[in-house]
């Protein structure tokens, strides 16, 4: 799709002379100097970007030749591949490592965890590089060529004999400390990469739409729910393909086509380079800097009074912004006492802008929101975990030869959401854009909420599930660890598929919202609060296997709901477990975004202090 022209730059053609024009522009620039007036400047130049974008090499870029789908089209691309590289290793990797490096499970499901929270951990590394020296381009340049350093040692430590345990007769020698020591080199290189490419590639893609173009905004609004169905499509291949590879023809082929993949989606990207828009790095100072600043001069101020008039704390003047290409933010009520920092008068250090002040509440906003999200977060764990777990041990024939690989059940968590999105993009938003006048249709927070309440369900049906099957074992008086019991694994389809429909509220939300809240000058950074509370989740989801394994040995006799044999343990509890505590945390979360006041900026100043946008009729 490509942008239309401004109505300014028709109206200035037809009318004028390009003499008269650039006059015309100059007295506008010098008698308004606001926000109002920098559309008709963008259309006097030719239809530059109005929101200053450039090029690589610092020039400003047009619109009609830069951004827009055919810019992200390429990004989209690359998202599929690394997704399937991705999950090709999460989606199996607790069966890698307890089939073929022997470990126990609580110990595979800790390690899977620990990998999978710190490559969710490493983009705030990333994001804050990019934001403060590198710019997003190259942070993500630097670490797409770590990751696939990290891909092909990885295939490497799955294909080579010696860097495998030896087998003999079926039986398995221990993989040597060697062995361990590469294959966990190669996982944890591939989570330093993940660290400068995950916060980087999907601000950068939305970077390419114009937020002073009505109908660039608009794909703006779009453009988030279309980038995670691009990335459903990798994830759903690797869930079924490379994992039924990995199980049935070879580890070694199953690791190699990502990452062949990943080089060739590379290629592709840059390719692009020329059509790509590039948000120029204005502020001098970290944004992590400036927020610290703003805390430690707030404390400083403690005991000075917050003023009534807001003309009492210091701000510069609109006209400032406008000439600087900085980003102006409102005052709002919440978090007053960081409105210290801004007082004028008995300051004992120059007073910061409301601005800056402002920029230091957005982060301790969604710093409480993120609290809200870690439990929600670690439920996806399960997915790759204790779900996977809970199907090796279900009847996965399909007819009489063929058998499914517990982990591509999965597949259906990503079909879930390859159907839900579309429906909720065409769909679902116009219907509810029509009763609230909201450009998204409901809230962010709303749409996560939603997805939170799903989720909570998901659990559920789970551990009626595994009711079914502990049923199934006591009738049938099944006890070994290796026997399957005679229940198809097709029960567990409805926990996938509601935790791939809550992902579409969910993980696109999380993604969305924390983009938007996020200051221009930290929107990198911003984004990494999805990937840490991906991370943490991760973390909390092994925190919470670890502490009721050793909680259920001590009550039982040394008998943990989550053992070795799952035909003898209480997984049901475990479900029942994390059920109750998503739904103690769903009320928390529900607190914690009555109280959210969103971002408040220049365009929204007299209509709301809610920054989601009203439709406007023309």
Not at 232 to 252: C, H, K, M, R
Not at 314 to 327: L, N, R, V
Not at 522 to 538: D, H
């Amino acid at each position: 799709m490509h942008s239309q022209p401004p109505l300014g730059l028709t109206f200035f053609h037809t009318s004028f002379s390009s003499t008269l024009l650039s006059t015309a522009a100059a007295s506008l620039t010098n008698s308004i100097c606001s926000s109002s007036c920098r559309p008709i400047m963008e259309a006097a130049n030719d239809d530059y970007t109005q929101d200053g974008s450039v090029d690589l090499h610092g020039r400003p870029v047009l619109a009609s030749k830069t951004g827009k789908w055919k810019a992200t089209a390429l990004l989209v691309g690359y998202e599929a591949f690394e997704r399937m590289a991705f999950y090709g290793i999460a989606s199996n990797l607790v069966v890698y490592l307890t089939k073929e490096l022997h470990e126990d499970t609580v110990s595979s499901v800790t390690n899977v965890n620990n990998w999978s929270g710190s490559v969710w951990m490493t983009p705030i590394l990333g994001a804050y590089i990019a934001d403060a020296y590198l710019g997003r381009f190259w942070t993500f340049t630097i670490a797409s060529l770590i990751y696939v350093i990290g891909m092909t040692l990885l295939t490497m430590a799955v294909s080579l004999k010696s860097l495998k345990p030896s087998c003999i007769n079926g039986i398995c020698s221990k993989a040597s400390t060697f062995q361990i020591a590469f294959f966990y080199i190669a996982l944890y290189t591939i989570a330093i990469g993940t660290g400068g490419t995950k916060p980087n590639i999907s601000t950068f893609g939305a970077d390419q739409f114009d937020e002073f173009n009505p109908h660039e905004k608009k794909l703006k609004a779009s453009f988030f729910n279309w980038w995670m169905f691009s990335a459903y499509f990798g994830t759903l291949f690797a869930n079924s393909g490379l994992v039924y590879i990995q199980d049935n023809l070879s580890w070694g082929v199953g690791y190699g086509i990502p990452t062949l993949g990943l080089v060739v989606s590379l290629i592709f990207f840059y390719t692009g380079t020329p059509i790509y828009r590039h948000k120029p790095r204005i502020a001098k100072q970290s944004p992590a800097a400036e927020i610290v600043q703003v805390v430690t001069t707030a404390i400083r101020n403690w005991k000075l009074k917050i003023p009534k008039q807001l003309s009492q704390l210091h701000e510069f003047e609109p006209q400032f912004y406008a000439s600087s290409g900085k980003e102006q933010i409102y005052h709002t009520t919440n978090f007053r006492f960081l409105d210290k920092a801004a007082i004028i008068e008995g300051s004992s250090r120059p007073p910061l802008t409301i601005t800056q002040v402002q920029k230091a509440k957005l982060f301790c906003g969604m710093t409480v929101i993120w609290l809200a999200l870690l439990v929600p977060s670690a439920f996806w764990a399960e997915v790759s975990t204790i779900f996977v777990k809970q199907g090796t041990m279900l009847d996965g024939h399909l007819g009489s030869s063929f058998r499914v690989p517990p982990a591509s059940l999965s597949s259906i968590y990503t079909l879930s959401m390859i159907v839900a999105t579309p429906f909720y993009d065409r769909c679902f938003v116009p219907f509810m854009r029509r009763k609230t006048g909201n450009l998204r249709g409901i809230t962010i927070l709303q749409r996560l909420g939603v997805g939170s309440a799903i989720q909570v369900i998901a659990i559920a049906i789970a551990y009626f599930v595994e009711l079914r099957r502990l049923h199934i074992i006591k009738v049938d008086h099944i006890t070994g660890a290796q026997d399957i019991v005679p229940m198809s694994i097709f029960w567990q389809l409805p926990q996938y598929a509601l935790l791939g429909l809550a992902d579409v509220f969910l993980a696109i939300g999380m993604i969305e919202f924390f983009y938007d809240q996020s200051p221009n000058a930290m929107q990198s950074l911003g984004t990494t609060f999805f990937t840490s509370a991906v991370g943490v989740g991760s973390f909390l989801n092994g925190f919470l296997v670890t502490l009721v394994d050793k909680v259920s040995r001590k009550v039982n006799g040394g008998k943990s709901w989550i053992g070795n044999n799952l035909n003898d343990s209480h997984l049901d509890y475990f479900f029942i477990f994390l059920a109750v505590l998503g739904t103690l945390n769903l009320g928390a979360f529900l607190w914690a975004s009555s109280a959210y006041i969103y971002k408040k900026e220049k365009d929204v100043e007299k209509s709301s202090v809610d920054l989601e946008d009203k439709i406007v009729e023309s």
